[in-house]
């Protein structure tokens, strides 16, 4: 059963086969949902470990008892405390990358979506709102943990899959009832669950002459608050929705005050990264040009040091495009590096 059949090949497969006219009709509806949404045909079990390139045996276990698959730890949490984070091993990894690429990247994800998404970013979703007198940013509470495997299931029952095609890719993406951080697949399911709740907050804030934006778990409103009680009307939509609200972490900010998105001030006329953050940075491009790399690698006992402080340059530059520092920084260091491999190649 060829990933490139075409959907006559299909019913001339479905037709010649021994199936009852019942099964042939349904397998049929199937395969004509899958090529009207543009995703794979799944037929069942074996079909699904033969896309994947799979033994059946061990897709069955994938499904069947996924926690073999992941490895658990523990990070610690800024206000104290630790989160748990599971991590798929290779093999379920490259399960998930594929349901993503082939079946997931077929979902539409809102425009006010911009984690996980190509070609949108951390700095676009805080740009939205430079200019802002009034903010309002609301954290969603248990993200990933929120969205249940029936959520997922309904997922992929809509792409049209049948139940037990579904149960399988759902089983694939899920842990422990839900949506694991650290899934390849969850960030892009979140984004597909979390359309219906992204289409009516931009409606509901257009109608009030505020802007919206969310990253992840972050939802960001700017404009003028006048309206009254609106951060209790959205907070209500969230939860018609299915999802609640992190009163903990919900902010307020009015005009004059210091306006934060996702770690990045937001000004009148631009985005910045914050002070504390820029002073940190230049520390450390100090020392490397100054000591080299070999030095601040065994001060750090990091060999991967270079590569650290080239990534936070370029985070920088992509929240300050034009920051000449930032740019001159990134030329120097690339060049030590060069210099530093000639070292070690004579």
């Not at 276990?61 to 800024?78: D, G, S, T, V, W």
């Not at 007198?133 to 943990?145: N, Q, T, Y």
């Not at 990045?264 to 910045?272: A, F, G």
Request: charged share 30%; net charge positive; glycine share 4%.
């Amino acid at each position: 059963m060829s990933a490139n059949y075409q959907i006559k090949d299909w019913e001339e497969l479905i037709n010649n086969s021994s199936l009852s006219k019942k099964e042939k009709k349904e397998k049929l509806f199937f395969i004509r949902s899958a090529y009207h949404n543009g995703v794979p045909v799944i037929l069942d079990l074996d079909h699904l470990a033969h896309l994947l390139g799979l033994k059946v045996g061990v897709l069955s276990a994938m499904i069947k008892k996924p926690l073999r698959f992941y490895r658990q730890f523990k990070i610690p949490k800024k206000r104290g405390g630790f989160r748990d984070i599971v991590t798929p091993y290779e093999s379920l990894l490259e399960v998930q990358q594929w349901i993503v690429e082939h079946v997931l990247s077929k979902f539409q994800v809102h425009d006010a979506a911009h984690a996980y998404v190509k070609k949108r970013n951390i700095a676009q979703n805080a740009s939205i709102h430079v200019g802002c007198d009034e903010m309002l940013k609301i954290d969603l509470k248990d993200f990933f943990p929120s969205i249940k495997i029936p959520r997922v299931r309904e997922l992929f029952n809509r792409v049209g899959y049948s139940k037990e095609v579904s149960y399988y890719l759902t089983n694939l993406c899920c842990l422990n009832g839900s949506i694991p951080q650290g899934a390849a697949s969850s960030p892009m399911i979140s984004n597909i669950i979390l359309f219906n709740l992204d289409k009516r907050l931009s409606v509901f804030s257009k109608n009030h002459g505020v802007k919206y934006s969310r990253y992840a778990d972050d939802l960001v409103f700017s404009g003028n608050f006048q309206s009254f009680g609106f951060k209790n009307l959205v907070i209500m939509n969230i939860e018609d929705e299915g999802f609640k609200a992190n009163t903990d972490k919900t902010r307020e900010y009015c005009e004059g005050h210091r306006k934060m998105i996702t770690g990045i001030v937001v000004e009148k006329d631009r985005i910045r990264l914050p002070k504390a953050k820029r002073r940190e940075i230049r520390t450390e491009v100090y020392f490397l040009m100054k000591y080299g790399i070999f030095d601040q690698v065994k001060r750090y006992n990091d060999i991967y040091y270079a590569d650290r402080v080239l990534g936070r340059l370029n985070y920088w530059k992509q929240i300050e495009p034009n920051n000449e520092y930032v740019i001159d920084s990134i030329k120097s260091i690339k060049k030590l590096y060069e210099e530093t491999l000639k070292q070690i190649s004579t």
